[in-house]
C-alpha cells in the first residue's frame, strides 16, 4: 500500500544546486521544510544500481538514514538510442569530477557525429524514502531531439542541447516555470504528489 507523506521536513537527496532548487521548487504548494543533503553534509553514496531507479533508491534510503528523516531522491539523465542508450545512468559522470556539462555535451554531440538519429529521451526516477527503509518510487519521461550548439542559459545539465517534442525552444531555453510543467521530472513528480501527497 503506497505510503502517504505526512512529515514537516524533507532531505533532497542531492549536492546538485540545479536539482535542488528545480525540486524545492515543485514542492513550495505542500509546505514542506526542505533541507538539502549538502547543506547538511550528508555523504555522497556510491551510486553502483544498474537503473535510474535502483539509483534513486540507493540515494534516497542513504539520506533517509543518515538524517534520521524522509528523504527524496531524483536521479535522471539523458537516454541517446544512437549512442546505445549513452550516457543513460552515468548523465552526470560524462561531466567528469568538475561535473562540467559543457564537456558532456560536446562528447555527446563528438560521438553522433554523422549519424542520421538524434532522438533522445531525459529520464527521471523520484525515490521518497523513510528511514524505517519503507520507499515509493515513480518515473517520467520526456522525448525530444538534440541539437548543435548548444541553446539557453536557464536550465542546467544536458539542457541545452534538448529540443522537446513540440516546441521550438531546448530546455535550456524554456522559463523555470515552463520546463517545471513539462519535464521528466515534473511528470515523475506528478505521480509522487498525486500517490503520496496531499496539499495543505
Not at 18 to 42: C, H, Q, W, Y
Not at 71 to 83: E, I, T
Request: glycine share 10%; hydrophobic share 40%; proline share 8%.
Amino acid at each position: 500500500m503506497t505510503r502517504l507523506f505526512r512529515d514537516p521536513m524533507l532531505v533532497i537527496a542531492s549536492h546538485n544546486p540545479g536539482k535542488v532548487r528545480e525540486i524545492g521548487d515543485l514542492l513550495t504548494p505542500f509546505g514542506t521544510r526542505v533541507f538539502s543533503a549538502g547543506e547538511m553534509n550528508l555523504p555522497e553514496p556510491i551510486e553502483d544500481g544498474d537503473s535510474f531507479r535502483a539509483n534513486a533508491e540507493i540515494k534516497a534510503l542513504s539520506a533517509a538514514t543518515t538524517a534520521a528523516l524522509p528523504a527524496l531522491a531524483d536521479d535522471s539523465g539523458l537516454v541517446v538510442p544512437a549512442l546505445g542508450g549513452e550516457p543513460g545512468i552515468y548523465s552526470a559522470r560524462w561531466a567528469g569530477p568538475e561535473k562540467d556539462f559543457a564537456v558532456a555535451m560536446e562528447r555527446v554531440e563528438k560521438e553522433l557525429e554523422g549519424h542520421p538519429d538524434r532522438r533522445a529521451y531525459f529520464v527521471c526516477a523520484l525515490t521518497l524514502a523513510w528511514p524505517d527503509g519503507h520507499c515509493e518510487t515513480f518515473e517520467g519521461r520526456v522525448d525530444g531531439v538534440l541539437v548543435w550548439p548548444p541553446r539557453g542559459d536557464k536550465g542546467f545539465g544536458y539542457d541545452p542541447v534538448f529540443l522537446p517534442d513540440g516546441y521550438d525552444i531546448t530546455f535550456g531555453e524554456f522559463e523555470p516555470e515552463a520546463k517545471h510543467r513539462i519535464s521528466h521530472r515534473a511528470e515523475a513528480f506528478r505521480q509522487l504528489v498525486a500517490a503520496c501527497f496531499e496539499e495543505r
